[in-house]
């Protein structure tokens, strides 16, 4: 075999290799139903969270600092759609474009019930070094606390777009994040808001 051949099949085998070992990020999706008690897909930052009878949430659950669980295998995502059912909607969210560094995390946050809507609506927050900072375009849903609520998500360019049962019901523009990962916050203890049927793509 010639020098030009072995290199050529050692260049396809590496290329092969760092095909199936790197998560695609375009066009690709991830769907959970949450039937792993330890799932490795993701992260468990903050909360120590678990899965029970299909729904994901925080052991302990808290806002200072701030839950927080991400897909591992996804970090670096731009544009995406997120599905998720928030069920007994109480205190919990969803994160955007985020990062856990340090301790402390980065991102847009989209809190489903909430202090700022008196658990009766949605907000955002953009959450700079594990700081919040101000609740950002809320809005209230109607027999939205205490529901089982489908709740769809969509990051494009600069604005994020939050849907609910299929309706739309508030955005946020801020171009402070470009890209990062997809997770999820749980602040309710007392009833505990849980998670399931997760489904994440990418564009």
């Not at 199936?20 to 799932?39: E, H, Q, W, Y």
């Not at 594990?130 to 849903?141: A, F, H, Q, R, S």
Request: with cysteine.
């Amino acid at each position: 075999m010639s020098n030009r051949n072995r290199l050529g099949r050692t260049g396809a085998a590496i290329m092969a290799l760092l095909l199936a070992v790197t998560p695609a990020l375009a066009g690709s999706t991830f769907c959970d139903k949450f039937t792993k008690k330890n799932d490795p897909a993701w992260g468990d930052q903050a909360g120590a969270w678990t899965i029970a009878k299909r729904r994901y949430y925080a052991t302990k659950p808290d806002n200072n600092p701030l839950t927080y669980t991400d897909l591992v295998n996804y970090q670096s995502l731009t544009n995406f759609t997120l599905d998720v059912t928030v069920n007994d909607v109480y205190d919990g969210g969803i994160w955007l474009r985020s990062q856990y560094n340090n301790g402390e995390p980065n991102g847009i946050l989209l809190v489903v019930g909430g202090a700022c809507s008196n658990y009766t609506g949605m907000y955002w927050h953009v959450v700079v070094n594990g700081n919040p900072g101000n609740c950002l375009d809320e809005v209230n849903v109607a027999g939205l606390e205490g529901s089982n609520a489908k709740i769809k998500v969509v990051a494009k360019g600069d604005t994020y777009t939050a849907y609910v049962n299929g309706a739309k019901v508030t955005s946020l523009t801020d171009s402070t994040y470009e890209t990062g990962s997809a997770g999820l916050y749980d602040n309710s203890a007392a009833p505990a808001e849980t998670f399931s049927d997760f489904c994440l793509k990418a564009k």
